[in-house]
C-alpha cells in the first residue's frame, strides 16, 4: 500500500513562534510542510509570501509544500522557487492561457509543479495539464480560510482525475480535512492530505497526524 503523505497547514499555526511550530509538526510525523499564500485579490485573504517561506526552509527538513491563492501567480514563480519551496502549487483559475508556461517555469527549477482547482472548478478543465504536472490539488472548500467544513462532492473529483494522471502523480486534498472526511478522500484515491485546523486544535498532534492516514 503507498504510504499517505500528510501536510499539516501552518496558516493554523502560531505565527508568532513559526519556527518551532514547524520543528514540533516534524517532530510529530509531518511528511511536508504546507504553506498557503494568499494575495488578497484570489481570495479575499491575506497571508504570506516568499520571505518567510525562506526564513522557513532554514529550519525545515522536510518538503515544502507552496499551495499559491494568488493571481498572476507566473510573476512569482521564481521567488517561491528560490525561497526554497520543494513543490509550488498553483491555481488553475488564476493561470488560464499561462498554464504551460508555468508548469515549464517550475519544473526547470528541479522542483515539483502542482496544479489546483476550486470547488467551481470542472476536472475536466485541467485534463490537457494532466501528463505534465506532478501534483494535483482539490480543494475541499472555497480556498482562503482554515477551519471550513469539507464538501464531499469536491472530493468526488478525486476519481476522476486518478483515471487521467500518471501513476506517480500525487492527488492532495485540502479543506475541511478531519479522520472522518481524511478516510473517504483515502478511500477515492487521494494520497496527500493538507489538515489545519483538525492537527492544530488536536491536544495530541501525533495521534491526530497519524489518525488522518
Ligand atoms: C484554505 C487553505 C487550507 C487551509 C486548510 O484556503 O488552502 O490549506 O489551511 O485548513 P483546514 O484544514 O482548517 O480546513
Ligand atoms: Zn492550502
Not at 494568499?38 to 507552496?66: E, Q, R, W, Y
Not at 485540502?174 to 481524511?182: E, M, R, V
Amino acid at each position: 500500500m503507498n504510504k499517505i503523505i500528510i501536510a499539516p497547514s501552518i496558516l493554523s499555526s502560531d505565527f508568532s513562534k513559526l519556527g518551532s511550530e514547524i520543528k514540533m509538526l516534524e517532530d510529530n510525523g509531518a511528511d511536508w510542510i504546507h504553506i498557503d499564500v494568499m494575495d488578497g485579490h484570489f481570495v479575499p485573504n491575506l497571508t504570506i509570501g516568499a520571505p518567510v517561506v525562506k526564513a522557513l526552509k532554514k529550519v525545515s527538513d522536510i518538503p515544502l509544500d507552496v499551495h499559491l491563492m494568488i493571481d498572476n501567480p507566473n510573476k512569482y514563480i521564481k521567488d517561491f522557487a528560490l525561497a526554497g519551496a520543494d513543490i509550488i502549487t498553483f491555481h488553475y483559475e488564476a493561470a488560464n492561457e499561462n498554464t504551460n508556461d508555468i508548469i515549464k517555469e517550475i519544473h526547470s527549477y528541479g522542483i515539483k509543479a502542482g496544479i489546483s482547482i476550486k470547488p467551481g472548478t470542472k476536472p475536466s478543465a485541467i485534463f490537457k495539464y494532466t501528463e505534465d504536472i506532478d501534483l494535483i490539488l482539490i480543494m475541499t472548500v472555497e480556498p482562503g480560510f482554515g477551519g471550513q467544513k469539507f464538501m464531499s462532492y469536491c472530493a468526488d473529483k478525486i476519481k476522476e482525475l486518478k483515471q487521467k494522471v500518471k501513476k506517480e502523480t500525487i492527488i492532495e486534498v485540502d479543506g475541511g480535512i478531519n479522520d472522518k472526511t481524511a478516510e473517504y478522500c483515502i478511500s477515492q484515491g487521494a494520497n496527500a492530505l493538507v489538515a489545519g485546523s483538525y492537527i492544530f486544535s488536536s491536544s495530541n498532534i501525533r495521534k491526530a497526524i497519524e489518525a488522518l492516514r
